[in-house]
């Protein structure tokens, strides 16, 4: 009997009970239609196996009711070939439908998966600082295999088990009618023992799955490159290993109930399957002393009702089982069905080069709050991201705090931005943190769009360009650079997929790390780390540096943060800064003097507003904002120009 499937679902419930509406099924469908001839050939299998399976019983009572008492010997050879060739055909067909079955799967899987992930691409950088990767990894693996379950698993074992029970109840029906209704009247049994012990053990599930959780979450947190830093920083090795055994142990106990649970579960329905079968063979052996029919109709009973327990049993795990397939294309389909916030027009047209430059035309912007085309919260028992203070574990609270009267706080991020940057012109934006200047940096690419006004290049308003031709034509360092964990080759030729080695080298020497990679063992195939951790600041800053220039833009957006640099990185980066905004359109996030003495446009934020512009000279006359920054922040790197 498949008891085990119902201590899963029973175990595994969801708390959703979503309507299963005519249109979600047939969205369902449309991801099967593909797979349809396999699904077929699954189907006729199946019915096959059990056609084969229903011979095993009959030949065991023709072996007791005629051949043994008959003493036939070439027929008792014929039936035992029988009882060794229909269990070799059924694993020949199991093996065939499993093959069928994992095609099926694999390849819903897949499309769901391509689906999903090619919509997450076209997804605002919105999307992505307002959703966690864990939800968005638990969407294209959990939900993903979850959905697929509906179309190769529980669909196909519905179908399985309803012939099944119906082809078996057929057989005894056939063969005695009264045992038959012996064997159905103890079926609430099962459904009664399901209600009582299913919460339990559901409450017992989920409460191990909670646990395990925080357990993974801990380690998490504590095993990745910057947590363990920190334990070590701190000396807190042992008040972690402290911490994770009393998690641990949790998990453990709550295994040992949940096991226990589950045992009592089993030996209840084992019980009631044996009071079943008991009822059978007395009644049944009642009828043989009788003389109303036979042993051997009796021993065919007995091996059909383990069949016929086990496909009802599978039968009233089904809602369960379809239920907890159709939340998982639900999740599926939400992800699929996002709105892309930044859309390609139609009509969009290619920007081949920059000759005139960008211009700002009273850009306001503001980041949206609301969770408007955003994934839905949804509480996964198990998952690490359920877990709000990893640590402490408990729920993380905020505080009130009275703004300072100076702070940058406010609800606009940029308010009325219009300034121009000529073609081949150096923009340099300073101000206080949070003034806005990265915000003003992150509408160029697009990654976001203004709320109001409207920024162009060459006179070609940003929503009227193709995203494709936007992004080749700009190239941007962000002040916290990252690279994948792989070779320094394939980070730089992210740039550009197809660089040559020579084309490599140049771009490295332009940003001054050739000399450094070539020094490395492994030299352009070296490993970086995971976001480059193996190399310091200023090493992983000019490899960004370099896959810039490997892309050759006409437009530069950099953030040229050098404050966590040495004088001799400082000073390699200053000069690859200087070769890399020859002949380009640059704006410029300004940490360094000498880019404000270069600029041929300085721009002074405040609180999201341009407050000051001009040039060094002319803005420090002013003795306003920009010569109290230039007095506090630039003056010290006098010495250094």
Known sequence: MHLHLGLHGLANSPDEKPKITWPLLKRVLHYAR?????????????????????????????LIDKTIPARNTQRLVW????????????????????????????????????????????????????????????RLNNDVVGAQNAISSTIVNIVTQFVQAAAVLGMMLTLEWRLTLISVVILPLFLI???????????????????????????????????ALLVKLFGRQQVEVDRFSQRAAQVRELGVQRAFGGSIFFAIIGLISAVGTAMVYG???????????????????????????????????????????????????EVIDLPVELPE???????????????????????????????????RYGSIENVSAVLSGEAAGGEDEEAAPKTQARGIALEDISFQARAGHLVALVGPSGAGKTTLTYLIPRLYDPSSGAIYID?????????????????????????????????????????????????????????????????????????????SGGEKQRIALARVILKDPRILVLDEATSSLDSESEALIQDALAKVMA????????????????????????????????????????EGIYAHLYRTQFRSQDKVI
């Not at 593909?34 to 009572?61: E, K, N």
């Not at 997450?120 to 966690?132: A, I, V």
């Not at 065919?300 to 009233?316: E, I, K, P, V, W």
């Not at 960008?358 to 509480?379: A, P, Q, R, T, W």
């Open 34 to 62: 593909p797979y349809r001839g396999l699904i077929l050939g699954m189907l006729v299998l199946i019915l096959t196996s059990t056609g084969l399976s229903l011979l095993t019983p009959l030949i065991l009572r023709d």
């Open 79 to 138: 039936l035992a070939l029988g009882l060794l060739l229909i269990p070799s055909l059924n694993g020949f067909i199991n093996v065939v439908q499993r093959r069928l079955s994992a095609r099926v799967g694999e390849g819903v899987i897949y499309d769901l998966r391509l689906a999903l992930y090619a919509n997450l691409q076209r997804m605002s950088l919105r999307f992505f600082t307002n959703t966690k990767t864990g939800e968005l990894m638990s």
């Open 193 to 227: 023992a399901a209600r009582m012990l299913g919460n339990r053990l559901r409450d017992m599930a989920r409460a191990q799955m909670e646990s395990n959780a925080r357990m993974n979450a801990m380690m998490s947190e504590t095993l990745n490159i910057g947590g």
């Open 283 to 333: 009644l049944g052996g009642y009828f043989v002393i009788q003389g109303a029919f036979t042993v051997g109709t009796i021993v065919a009973f007995g091996a059909y009702l383990g069949s016929l327990y086990g496909a009802l049993q599978g039968l009233s795990n089904a809602p369960v089982e379809f239920a907890t397939s159709m939340v998982s294309f639900e999740r599926v389909f």
């Open 345 to 379: 027009k139609p009509d969009a047209v290619p920007l081949t080069n920059v000759r005139e430059g960008i211009e700002f035309k009273n850009v306001s912007f503001h980041y949206e709050s609301g969770d408007e085309n955003l994934l839905s919260d949804v509480h």
């Open 459 to 535: 006179g070609y308003d940003l929503r009227r360009l193709t995203l494709q031709s936007l992004s080749s034509q700009i190239g941007m360092v962000t002040q916290e650079t990252y690279l994948f964990h792989d070779t320094i080759r394939t980070n730089l030729q992210y740039a550009k997929l197809d660089a040559t080695q020579a084309e490599l080298e140049a771009a490295c020497r332009v940003a001054n790390i050739h000399n450094f990679i070539q020094a490395l063992p492994d030299g352009y195939d070296t490993i970086v780390g995971e976001r480059g951790y193996r190399l």
């Open 583 to 622: 002949q380009r359109t640059s704006i410029v996030i300004a940490h360094r003097l000498s880019t404000i003495l270069a600029a041929d446009l300085i721009l002074v934020l405040d609180r999201g507003r341009i407050v000051e512009s001009g040039t060094h000279k002319d803005l420090l006359a002013r």
